[in-house]
Structure formats: structure tokens, C-alpha cells
DNA sequence: TTGATTCATTGCAATATTACGATAGACTAT
DNA sequence: ATAGTCTATCGTAATATTGCAATGAATCAA
């Protein structure tokens, strides 16, 4: 059906979830790393930098800023774009928990 | 189109989106956790355990096992499923390197 | 063999995602 | 005002993903 039954997993489930839909894309794995690379950052960077269509990495962007590990400052006619640090930081915490799992001692069955 | 156009990024920035879209449905975060939680997996714990039906879940697991992420034994009439922790570490490394990119004195503009 | 159990596969329906052309809105420069 | 630049939004087309019923394949128990 294409429809995630979000309601019957938990809270956390769910985030980790939302946070990796971010990366699981290659154009936003490029804008990420664009942003790191760069100080400042414009809209039209990235469409000559990453080669996809001005509409699509608008579009790409507005989800990186809905999730919240981007921010943008509009800047006369362009827009500054970059990595909005807490978030990312919260991000990489919410994932690295769930990477960290208890593994150690496990009696590998397989 | 819905037709990603891998060939424009680097081989990296398609490896992070391959392993973050495995954790980019809430399904295989509970499948994985619950995995990390046991010693031994059977393909209907989880189906019990998660709440969808035994074909959705049979399918998260081929994805996953795809990935490298899980390795599956025949065990009689049941599959005995578990984490490969060779591969969760290389995705592991891969999305930490990701994630920690060079971002410490940078002049924030926004 | 027959029936029960367990998991995989197939086929389908519905939603989600990706991409882009066309267009609109906001600002700048002349 | 007018033209040019930059970004957002709309509409649309195509592919991808999710979920499940039905079915198949393999094993075990009797």
C-alpha cells in the first residue's frame, strides 16, 4: 500500500526512520556535503555543483530544512543556505544510539 | 520520474543513501533492534513481535539481508536471523564519517 | 502419505518519492 | 518602470516503496 504504519512503532523507531530518509538519497547526501565544504552557500551553487535541475534541488532542500538540519537566511536575492548544527548534532545522536546497540557478548547463532 | 540518477555522485554518496534507506522505514529499525535484542531469530517472532503481516516483514528481511546488514541460517523449519556485525561496522564507519565532517571552525552565517 | 508449520515468492493495489518544465514571487540594477 | 537574476511553488509523469492475500516450497510429526 505505501502507507508506513508509523502508529504501531515507537517514538524513537519512528525518528531514526525520519532522520535516515535524509541521508537515503544521493542528492542530499551531496548537498550535506556541499554545505560542510563550503562557508557560504547559495541555492544556485548547488544546481551547477550537483548537476540535477533547479526545481529538484529546491525541493530537496525544503525537506532538509523541514527536518531541520539545514537553515536558510535570505540574503538580498539569493538564499544562504547551511548545516544548522544542534539538529545535526541531536541527529547523529539519535543515530548513533541506535547503531550502538548492545552487541558485545552475544553468542552469534549464525 | 522517480528515477534516481546515481551515476552524477560519487561512489561514497551512493553508499550513504544505500545504508541509510535501510533504516529509513520504521519496519526494519523494530526489525533490527529486535534482532540486537535476541539471540536467536525467527522470522514469526517478528511477525508477532512487530505486528505486520509474515510476507511484509519476509521482505524488510530480504532487503536487509541484501544490504549485508542481517545473515539468515536455515534452522529446520525456521530461519534463525541475525545481525552480521562485519557489515553493520562498515556501515557504521561509512555514516560516521558521514556525519563527522569537518564542521568545527566555520564562520556560521546564518 | 497427510497435515501442520515456517518462510519465500508472486501479483496486485495504494501511497511515496524523484525529477523537471512552466510559472510566480522577490529583489537588483539600469 | 523594465529587464535580469535567483529561488519557490505548481502540476505532472515516472519510478520506487510498502503492504497484504494467495500461493508455493521445504521440513517435520504422526
Chains 1, 2 share one sequence.
Not at 38 to 66: F, N, R, W, Y
Not at 103 to 109: H, R, T
Request: aromatic share 8%; hydrophobic share 40%.
Amino acid at each position: 500500500m505505501g502507507l508506513t504504519k508509523t502508529e504501531i512503532f515507537s517514538e524513537q523507531q519512528n525518528e531514526v526512520a525520519v532522520f535516515a530518509k535524509a541521508f537515503a538519497h544521493p542528492s542530499r547526501v551531496a548537498i550535506l556535503q556541499h554545505l560542510f565544504k563550503m562557508d557560504t552557500c547559495v541555492c544556485g551553487d548547488l544546481v551547477i555543483e550537483i548537476g540535477l535541475a533547479q526545481p529538484t534541488i529546491s525541493q530537496h532542500l525544503k525537506e532538509l530544512k523541514q527536518l531541520g538540519l539545514i537553515k536558510g537566511n535570505i540574503e538580498g536575492t539569493s538564499v544562504c543556505y547551511c548545516i544548522d548544527l544542534e539538529n545535526w548534532n541531536k541527529m547523529k545522536k539519535v543515530l548513533n544510539e541506535f547503531f550502538d546497540q548492545d552487541i558485545a557478548e552475544k553468542g552469534n547463532c549464525c
